[in-house]
C-alpha cells in the first residue's frame, strides 16, 4: 500500500514538531470548511477507515511516537490532541452549529492540555489561539440565534450564577491564557537573554483580548476581572511577565482599551482616561472603527474627570456623530443645569439610549450629576455671590438660598422645553416647583442627590392632591397604630416648608462637594451661605480657589499610581 493523503498529513504534523514551527503546524491544522483538495481526501480516508478511536489511536502513535518531547518529537497530551482534532474534521456538520460549538470547546480543552507542556508547549501557542479565535466567532454566533440556543441546559459557577454559551468559551481561552501566564521560562521578567519573549508567554495578550472579548460580550466583568487579576500577580511574581511595549501593537491596542473599558465600569476614570488614551495613540490611523470604538470610552472619561472633548477632537473621522450626544453633555455641565442633563439621559431621548447602549448611562447619571452640581454652585456665585474688593477681610461667599433660585429657575426653563407630562414622567424623583409632594413622615423619606426636594420613596396610584390616600384596609389600619414617638417626628416634620426642605438638600449636597475636594471652603450653617477659605492669601481669583478644576483634583488623587493590570 502506497503514501496516503493521511500519511502525507501526518508526516507534516511530525515536520512541524521537529522543527519547532508553531506557525507551520497550525496552518497545517486547519478547521474551518471549506477544506482543500488535499484535507478533503484526508477526510475521505478517516471516513472509510478510521471510524473506531483504536485505529485512530493507533495510527497516530504508529506516525508519530511519543516522548518526553525534548527532542523535538510527540508527546501523550499532543497524540491525544491530534487524534481528538482528526475525529473533530472526520464528524463535523457545520449545519449542526450547537455540536459543533461543543465538538470545537472540547477539542481546545484538550489543546491546553498539549501546550501545558514545559518545553514543546511553544509550539503548540499559534493553534491555540487560532482555535480560540475561531470559537469566539462560533459562540458570538451562536448566542445571536436564539432559536438554536433557547433549549440548551446551561451550567452553573461557583456563585451558582448560570453560565452561558459565550461564557462557557471564554472561560476555556482564559484558561488557555492562564497556561501561558504560568510558563516558567526565560529569565527576569520572562526575557531570552536577547531580551525577546520567552517560551508561551508569547501568546498572554492574544489569548487575554480574546476572552476579555467575550466576557465583555456577555456583560460578565467579573470574569473579565480575573484576567486582569492574573496577569497583574504574574507578574509580581519570580518569573514576571514582559512588557506590554514588547508585544504587537494590536495586542497592546486591544488590550488596553479592554481595560480601559474595565476601569470605566468600575467608575475609575482617571486609570480608564490614562489606559484608553494610550491605546487610541498607538492605534493605526487607518484603523477607523478601532480608533472609534476607543475614543468614544476616551471622550466619556475625559468628560467624567472634567476634560471636556475639542470640536477639533471631534471633527476627526472616527468620531462621526459623537458630537450629537456628547456637546449637549458637556453643555449642559457646563451651566450646571440639572434638569437639561436629566432630560439628556432619560428615555426616549436619543442621547440617552445611545448612552445606554455605551453602558455609560448610569456613570453620568451618578458621577456626572456631580460636576453639574458643582457646575451650577459655581455659576451661583459668579451671578450673585460676594465677591470683595483687595484688601478686604470679607471672604468671597454665595447663598445657598441663591443656588436654590437658580435651580428652580433653570428647572422651569427645562418645563418650558418639553412637555410637562413627559418629563415628569421621565423623572418622578425630580421633583418641581411645580408639584411638591406633600409632607410625609420621615421615615417613609429618602433624600436624593440631585438638588431637589425630600422625596417619597412610597407612592401610589390612588394618592389624592390633599396627600390623602383613597384605598383601604390593613394598610390604613397600620398607618393609624404607628409608635407615639413616630408621630411626634411626623409632627415636626410637617412644620417645614418645601423651600426649607430643597434648602436642607442643597446644603447637603455642598457639604458632599466639599468633602470631596470639588468645593474649597466651608459652610456657614447659621447664616445659609458657602464660604471660600485661602482667597485672601492667594494669587489666584476667588473662582479659581474656591472651584478648583475637576481634573487637577483627579490628577492629584492619583499622583504616581499606575493602573493596575497594565505591565
Known amino acids: 500500500m502506497g503514501v496516503t493523503r493521511l500519511d502525507q498529513f501526518l508526516f507534516e504534523i511530525s515536520k512541524a514538531l521537529r522543527t519547532r514551527d508553531g506557525a507551520k503546524l497550525q496552518d497545517v491544522l486547519v478547521l474551518e470548511p471549506p477544506f482543500a483538495p488535499i484535507y478533503q481526501a484526508v477526510i475521505a480516508e478517516l471516513r472509510s477507515s478510521f471510524q473506531k478511536q483504536e485505529l485512530l489511536d493507533k495510527k497516530c502513535e504508529t506516525a508519530l511516537p511519543p516522548d518526553d518531547g525534548t527532542s523535538g518529537g510527540s508527546w501523550p497530551a499532543f497524540i491525544s490532541f491530534l487524534v481528538q482534532y482528526l ?12 455540536e459543533t460549538h461543543n465538538q470545537l470547546r472540547a477539542l481546545l480543552k484538550q489543546a491546553n492540555i498539549a501546550l501545558n507542556h514545559a518545553s514543546m508547549g511553544l509550539v503548540m501557542v499559534p493553534t491555540v489561539v487560532f482555535f480560540s479565535q475561531t470559537l469566539s466567532k462560533l459562540s458570538i454566533g451562536l448566542d445571536k440565534r436564539p432559536d438554536l440556543t433557547a433549549n440548551l441546559s446551561t451550567d452553573q459557577s461557583d456563585t451558582g450564577e448560570h453560565v452561558t454559551l459565550v461564557e462557557a468559551s471564554a472561560n476555556v481561552i482564559k484558561e488557555s491564557c492562564l497556561r501561558c501566564l504560568n510558563d516558567r521560562a526565560g529569565g527576569v521578567n520572562g526575557l531570552e537573554a536577547n531580551d525577546t519573549i520567552a517560551g508561551r508567554k508569547i501568546g498572554i495578550y492574544a489569548l487575554a483580548n480574546i476572552a476579555l472579548r467575550l466576557f465583555f460580550y456577555c456583560k460578565r466583568l467579573r470574569s473579565a476581572e480575573q484576567v486582569f487579576h492574573n496577569i497583574e500577580q504574574t507578574s509580581r511574581g519570580p518569573s514576571g511577565i514582559p512588557s506590554l511595549n514588547l508585544f504587537p501593537a494590536a495586542q497592546r491596542v486591544t488590550y488596553l482599551y479592554f481595560l480601559g473599558r474595565y476601569f470605566f465600569a468600575n467608575t475609575h476614570f482617571h486609570f480608564a482616561q490614562q489606559t484608553l488614551q494610550a491605546a487610541y495613540d498607538h492605534c493605526h490611523k487607518q484603523a477607523l472603527p478601532q480608533r472609534r470604538k476607543i475614543l468614544t470610552y476616551l471622550c466619556l472619561s475625559d468628560i467624567l474627570i472634567g476634560r471636556f472633548p475639542s470640536q477639533a477632537l471631534l471633527s476627526r473621522p472616527e468620531a462621526s456623530g459623537l458630537s450629537s450626544h456628547l456637546i449637549p453633555l ?3 455641565i ?8 436629566q432630560t439628556l439621559l432619560s428615555l426616549p431621548h436619543k442621547t440617552a439610549h445611545q448612552m445606554y447602549n455605551w453602558r455609560a448611562a448610569l456613570q453620568f447619571q451618578t458621577f456626572g450629576l456631580t460636576l453639574v452640581q458643582r457646575s451650577l454652585a459655581r455659576r451661583t456665585f459668579l451671578l450673585s455671590g460676594v465677591h470683595p474688593d483687595p484688601g478686604s477681610k470679607q471672604a468671597p461667599n454665595f447663598s445657598l438660598d441663591d443656588l436654590r433660585i437658580l435651580q428652580a429657575f433653570l428647572e422651569e426653563n427645562a418645563l418650558k422645553r418639553h412637555a410637562p407630562a413627559a418629563f415628569q414622567h421621565s423623572f418622578p424623583f425630580f421633583p418641581t416647583s411645580a408639584a411638591i409632594p406633600e409632607p410625609q413622615p420621615l421615615s417613609e423619606l429618602s433624600t436624593n442627590l440631585s438638588f431637589g426636594v425630600v422625596k417619597s420613596t412610597h407612592t401610589s396610584d390612588n394618592d389624592n392632591d390633599d396627600g390623602s390616600s383613597s384605598s383601604s384596609g390593613e394598610d390604613d389600619d397600620d398607618d393609624r ?3 407615639q414617638q413616630r408621630r411626634r417626628i411626623s409632627s415636626r416634620a410637617r412644620k417645614y416648608t418645601p423651600q426649607q426642605k430643597a ?5 447637603s449636597d455642598v457639604a458632599v462637594l466639599t468633602q470631596q475636594g470639588y468645593l474649597h471652603g466651608y459652610l456657614n450653617h447659621k447664616h445659609g451661605r458657602f464660604v471660600i477659605s485661602g482667597a485672601r492669601n492667594s494669587t489666584k481669583s476667588p473662582v479659581e480657589v474656591g472651584f478648583p478644576r475637576i481634573c487637577d483634583i483627579t490628577s492629584r488623587r492619583y499622583l504616581n499610581e499606575t493602573p493596575p493590570g497594565w505591565i
Open 87 to 98: 475525529g473533530f474534521i472526520r464528524d463535523v456538520d457545520v449545519s449542526q452549529l450547537v
Open 330 to 332: 458637556c453643555h449642559a
Open 334 to 341: 457646563k451651566l450646571g443645569d440639572i434638569a437639561t442633563f
Open 481 to 483: 397604630e404607628k409608635p
Open 503 to 507: 434648602l436642607a438638600n442643597i446644603e
